[in-house]
């Protein structure tokens, strides 16, 4: 392992703004006014059990949806399909009944 000379901590290169309690400071030069009459609280619980199960049950229920849909996407081409498909064997059939040919 290769020593590496050991450079002094480098200075900051601006000195820290110290604004007392109850001012306040913009450095645009505009005045911040504060409103302390309202408070915000944000609540962060932790997820138990029920909470856990609920979720998954609503996972499974949007993936139950969506395997419905594409089941339903799926399900409705297979009648189409099918139709096509007699469509075309049954022009097979008929060609020869109303080819023209000079026999």
Same mark, same amino acid.
Request: avoid cysteine; charged fraction near 15%.
């Given at each position: 392992?290769?020593?590496?000379?050991?450079?002094? &901590? =480098?200075?900051?290169?601006? =000195? &820290? =703004?110290?604004? &007392?309690?109850?001012?306040?400071?913009? &450095?645009?030069?505009?005045?911040?006014?504060?409103?302390?009459?309202?408070? =915000?609280?944000?609540?962060?619980?932790?997820?138990?059990?029920?909470?856990?199960?609920?979720?998954?049950?609503?996972?499974?229920?949007?993936?139950?949806?969506?395997?419905?849909?594409?089941?339903?996407?799926?399900?409705?081409?297979?009648?189409?399909?099918?139709?096509?498909?007699?469509?075309?064997?049954?022009?097979?059939?008929?060609?020869?009944?109303?080819?023209?040919?000079?026999?």
């Amino acid at each position: 392992m290769t020593d590496q000379p050991k450079q002094p &901590p =480098e200075r900051p290169r601006f =000195e &820290p =703004e110290i604004i &007392p309690p109850g001012e306040t400071h913009d &450095p645009r030069g505009t005045r911040v006014f504060i409103d302390q009459t309202t408070t =915000e609280h944000v609540f962060v619980g932790k997820v138990g059990p029920f909470g856990l199960f609920l979720m998954a049950l609503a996972i499974g229920a949007v993936i139950a949806v969506i395997l419905v849909l594409l089941l339903g996407a799926f399900l409705l081409w297979i009648p189409i399909v099918g139709l096509l498909i007699a469509a075309g064997l049954v022009a097979g059939v008929l060609r020869p009944l109303f080819s023209r040919s000079g026999s």
